[in-house]
């Protein structure tokens, strides 16, 4: 009962991904295709939003849900960053989702991304298995 209230922030983040049409194939598509500024437009936004919400936490200097610092740590650019990169953007270009509106499309009803779900979670798997042998 406790995480009630991620569900609801859940159901509330899937009906926005849904109302600005985020979750669109046909939207995702012209991203890719560079037909539309619509999808352009909303990760920049979120990404704006993310770094000037970090920022205004810093200087509250508010702590994480843990009670540890809130930092980010930079990461290298590397091959296979690089290759994974491609891999994750290869999946969404096909698929048409990225992995977080593949639960909202599963609750608008299109069933056929439950195929997509269970992939993405197997390519998890996969990764974590061969994660040794992997450069990074």
């Known amino acids: 009962m406790k995480n009630i209230k991620y569900l609801l922030l859940g159901t509330v983040f899937g009906f926005i991904l849904t109302k600005t049409e985020v979750i669109s194939w046909f939207r995702i598509q012209e991203m890719f295709r560079f037909q539309s500024f619509h999808m352009y437009g909303v990760i920049g936004s979120a990404l704006v939003m993310g770094v000037v919400s970090l920022q ?80 990074h």
Do not use: Q, R
């Open 56 to 135: 205004i936490m810093k200087k509250l200097n508010m702590h994480a849900s843990s009670g540890g610092e809130i930092k980010i740590e930079g990461k290298d650019l590397n091959y296979g960053t690089a290759i994974g990169g491609l891999i994750f953007g290869l999946g969404w270009a096909i698929t048409g989702a990225c992995p977080g509106p593949i639960f909202a499309l599963i609750g608008n009803g299109h069933l056929a991304f439950i195929v997509v779900l269970l992939s993405a979670i197997g390519g998890t798997w996969l990764y974590g298995a061969l994660k040794e042998k992997l450069p």
